[in-house]
């Protein structure tokens, strides 16, 4: 039997998770409320917070679990990307944690596991798949030949699509995280009342700054002559600014499909919450026969089963690093 404690700090989100033989018996998240005051996530703010946090939530992950400290086999933790500070706090905890047990310590990789996170529910995707990858600071198109070896084939080249959903909320008067409201309000309103533009990037890349500004002009606009523009738009804003993101992410998402010939198709991280993109994306795998693998909704925005079940794969490669190991701040999917 194999016990694996998962440890996910990266950005704004504590978590700890259980995962005993490949199944998630835990995951427990801690939220930091503070950064709406800010519009975006403040890093200080989020070190201190995951600092007070981190214990009562590694608690909790073991009692919901329905096992005691000593029972945990191995630890995994977030290595990297995120803010340096917040990935201190949950590498420091996890080698603490393994060096006082005496039990192997599990770097994973945020990007990999937001694509292993598949691996969490059944049907479990097959390799190789593609993965759309979208989430705060990535948009990626991911060919995953195995658990650990990944090609980025597509990336963005400006904006990651949940910057284009929080800065569009931030034009709009919304708080941060603007991509759960903007998804909200767009389900009352029309999508076609804005026409937004698509930009033409060649490949498999994307670029979102061009749509965030032509946002800006628009709401602009519409505000000399109508102060409260916003106020009586805001459902049809937010629909047509999300079936604009949802198309350009699709569009790619389609291309790579039938560049590599992959069928199996999946969508990771916070913005694959979406419920446009959600909704989309199986209309277009029963257009082009492909298997959809969407995950949970408690799986897409950053959580630590997706490390624990990312750490069980490695625990059985006995994949282990010693005390020396140190966060990353940048770190690619391939690596
Ligand atoms: O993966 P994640 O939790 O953290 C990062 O690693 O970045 O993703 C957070 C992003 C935020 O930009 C947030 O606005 C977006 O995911 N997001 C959504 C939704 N839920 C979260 N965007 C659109 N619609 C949603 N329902
Ligand atoms: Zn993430």
């Known amino acids: 039997m194999a016990i694996i404690l998962g440890i996910e700090s990266s950005c704004d989100e504590t978590s700890a998770s259980i995962c005993i033989d490949g199944e998630i018996k835990s995951n427990i998240i801690a939220g930091q409320a503070i950064h709406a005051n800010y519009g975006g996530v403040v890093p200080e703010l989020a070190s201190r917070a995951h600092q007070q946090n981190i214990i009562p939530t590694v608690d909790q992950a073991i009692l919901q679990a329905k096992i005691t400290k000593n029972d945990v086999d191995a630890v995994a933790f977030t290595r990297g990307p995120g803010l340096l500070g917040s990935l201190l706090v949950g590498t420091s905890f996890a080698k603490s944690f393994a060096l006082a047990r005496r039990i192997p310590l599990i770097e994973v990789n945020h990007m990999q596991?937001?694509?292993?996170a598949h691996f969490i529910d059944k049907p479990k995707p097959s390799f190789p798949f593609l993965c759309l990858?979208?989430?705060?600071?990535?948009?990626q198109i991911v060919l995953v030949k195995d658990y650990f070896d990944m090609e980025l084939i597509g990336q963005t080249l400006d904006d990651a699509a949940g910057e284009a959903f929080d800065k569009t909320?931030?034009?709009?008067n919304l708080p941060y995280p603007g991509g759960p409201l903007i998804d909200k309000y767009a389900q009352q309103g029309n999508a076609d009342a804005f026409k937004l533009p698509e930009p033409q990037i060649p490949g498999l890349n994307f670029s979102f700054s061009g749509l965030k500004t032509a946002i800006l002009y628009m709401v602009q606009g519409y505000l000399k002559d109508n102060p409260n523009f916003l106020d009586e738009n805001l459902a049809d804003i937010c629909a047509s600014?999300?079936?604009?993101?949802?198309?350009?992410?699709?569009?790619?998402?389609k291309k790579a499909a039938k560049e590599t010939g992959v069928k199996d198709i999946a969508i990771a991280g916070g913005v694959s919450a979406n419920s446009g993109l959600r909704n989309s994306l199986?209309?277009?795998g029963a257009k082009y026969k492909w298997n959809v693998h969407i995950p949970q909704f408690e799986y897409c925005t950053d959580n630590a089963a997706m490390i624990a079940i990312a750490g069980y794969h490695k625990f059985l490669r006995e994949d282990f690093v010693t005390q020396h190991i140190a966060p990353m701040a940048r770190m690619t999917v391939e690596s």
Request: hydrophobic share 50%; glycine share 6%.
């Open 133 to 139: 990858t979208v989430s705060g600071g990535h948009t």
């Open 241 to 253: 600014v999300q079936k604009r993101i949802v198309s350009i992410l699709l569009n790619k998402l």
């Open 169 to 172: 909320a931030k034009i709009l």
């Open 113 to 116: 596991a937001h694509i292993l």
């Open 282 to 284: 199986l209309e277009m």
